[in-house]
């Protein structure tokens, strides 16, 4: 559907003031014939982006997981390494 003209906003402002108050027809004119429907999501294309989202976080997490393995890998090295020089240290001084 088109977006409504000047006079179909009127007519349904008019008829809404009727129905509620004139400040309830305000806010609802004011919330909902600014949207435009081809704006609003689906619930398909929703799903679609929750789908694409779940994607994106588990490579995020095993991406995340190999580097978190990395580091732990390397601070293990460092710190066997630092044992061994702190271990030949105390030994070449006694």
């Known amino acids: ?16 003031a009727a129905a509620t108050s004139p400040k309830s027809a305000e806010i609802l ?3 909902v014939l600014d949207v ?3 704006d609003i999501a689906t619930k398909s294309e929703i799903a679609d982006v929750r789908s ?3 994607v994106g976080f588990a ?3 095993a991406s995340f997981e ?4 990395i ?4 601070m293990i090295a460092l710190m066997i390494a ?3 020089l702190l271990g030949g240290l105390v030994l070449a001084v006694h």
């Open 29 to 31: 004119m004011h919330e």
């Open 52 to 54: 694409e989202m779940r």
């Open 36 to 38: 435009r429907w081809d």
């Open 1 to 16: 559907m088109a977006n409504p003209s000047e006079t179909d906003r009127s007519q349904i402002y008019t008829e809404l």
């Open 82 to 84: 630092l044992f061994s």
């Open 71 to 74: 580091q732990s890998n390397r």
């Open 59 to 61: 490579q995020q997490n």
């Open 66 to 69: 190999r580097q978190l393995r």
